[in-house]
């Protein structure tokens, strides 16, 4: 029987590039702010270089806070060392506390990648998180080398309180994740953005 053969990791009307978690580089702005997730969005969108932003339906949208509060901005990301494929991005804005109250919360701005794409660019992205835990460095480091760079851009247009990159890390601190699976970026003492880059690269 031939082998079935890959998608492109850029066709957006193929589901498989939309199947599965996303592998991201998620910024914890602080308490929402409308004029910082508009200067952090467009900083983002520039250093990423994601093309005309579309909708899922097919239809384009703009780089602009109101077409990001009416849902997720798709594009495709050109990867240095990786490749293109599709990415996403996607604002997260906690609007109740623990005990379900109405409150106004953190911002998150999210660039997504999807795992489907992302293996239909790479088969070494295979079952990712939930492979044999081997290296995954060949593929990873362009793109946490790649979200650095962003992230470092967004500092620079306006500070966030951190950014954690990894799978599904929206929301996450970085003390609930171990030291060195994850990337983590937040302001150091003198006011810089300090790094602590991924060095575990196999679970």
């Not at 599709?86 to 701005?109: F, K, Q, T, Y």
């Amino acid at each position: 029987m031939p082998r079935r053969s890959r998608p492109s990791p850029t066709d957006r009307t193929h589901d498989d590039n939309w199947h599965g978690s996303y592998y991201e580089l998620a910024i914890k702005l602080g308490p929402a702010d409308d004029a910082r997730l508009d200067t952090a969005l467009k900083a983002l969108w520039d250093v990423a270089q994601l093309g005309q932003p579309f909708r899922r339906d097919g239809s384009n949208a703009g780089v602009t806070l109101a077409a990001l509060l009416a849902g997720h901005l798709n594009g495709v990301a050109n990867i240095p060392g990786l490749g293109s494929t599709l990415a996403s991005v996607i604002l997260v804005r906690e609007e109740v506390d623990d005990a379900g109250r109405p409150i106004l919360g953190n911002d998150w701005l999210d660039l997504c990648l999807p795992l489907g794409a992302l293996g239909n660019l790479d088969a070494r992205v295979g079952a990712y998180p939930f492979d044999d835990g081997s290296d995954s460095s060949k593929w990873r480091r362009p793109i946490e080398n790649w979200f650095a760079a962003i992230a470092t851009a967004v500092f620079a247009a306006t500070p966030f309180v951190h950014a954690i990159t990894g799978e599904e890390v929206s929301g996450v601190e970085p003390s609930e994740r171990t030291k060195g699976r994850v990337g983590v970026f937040r302001p150091d003492a003198d006011g810089s953005l300090k790094v602590d880059p991924v060095t575990l690269w196999s679970w």
